[in-house]
């Protein structure tokens, strides 16, 4: 952790060097679109790794938000300086839950089918996975050093030009190791896949033999499920010497496997063509 916080602070001191000379910015705004833009990862980097951009995909493709998916790789544009971002036909920039509360303006149906006991619940297992999976996707990406050298090393590097591609990921990697020290006193593998395994177990048991978690329409906790799913089990699909200790716990649950396929298919498979 000290090498890599050595290599954060003389970047830093780096880049605090310039621009050597300031001048006065020329914005010229984008024209309004007439059907609003998604702004995600490129997908041949780090979207196979950034799970909120697939979330937000997820919610406007199951709410049938209009929209179009464009492929970027500076998050500096968007207003929280994080992509996914969302460009609105009214000339407004979206992001973090601003996106999910244009769906919901826009969109009343969505999730309207739900009792509220249903609603409490969706809202119980969309925290779920943004908390134990999460954890699990971080320690078998970032933590894990095997992985982190062949899968998301190579895989954050190819959207930065040299020598950025060498800095940047082991910075990447050592926020996310401090972001994990900052939720745990220590990082515990059996106690983090025992999270994990209970996590699924639950969410294996409350989607049976259903089409979607809460019946035969989706989500937000579909949403969220469904991107830690098709992450986890596509980025640690392929290359050699890579082992995740979460995808062996999905892959016992075949009804989990089989959800994760059909909303690929469903949704997404023709448009990432």
Known sequence: MELYRGIRDR?????????????????????????????????????S??????VVQSVLSFAGYPH??????????SPNGQLPYLYTTKGRALAGREIIDE?????????????????????AFTSLGESKLHFGLLFDLWYNHQNFTKVAYPKYATDHPFPLNLVLPRIKRMEQLDWMLKQRVAI???????DVKMALSAYSTQLDQKQYLFGAKPSMADATLFAYLHILLSTFNSPAGVHSSVRD?????????????????TWFATENK
């Open 249 to 265: 716990i999905i892959k016992r649950h075949d009804n989990l496997i089989q959800y994760s396929r059909r909303i690929w298919s």
């Open 188 to 194: 515990n593998k059996d106690e983090i896949l025992g």
């Open 49 to 54: 790794m950034e799970v909120q951009s697939l």
């Open 11 to 47: 970047w830093v001191a780096f880049t605090s060097q310039f621009p050597l000379e300031t001048r006065e910015p020329v914005w010229t705004p984008e024209p309004v679109p007439d059907v609003a833009i998604l702004y995600v990862f490129k997908r041949s980097g780090t979207t």
């Open 103 to 123: 769906v919901m303006d826009q969109v009343p149906g969505f999730g309207s089918t739900l009792s509220p006991i249903e609603k409490a619940d969706s809202l």
């Open 68 to 77: 179009v998916v464009k492929e970027c790789n500076e998050p500096d544009q």
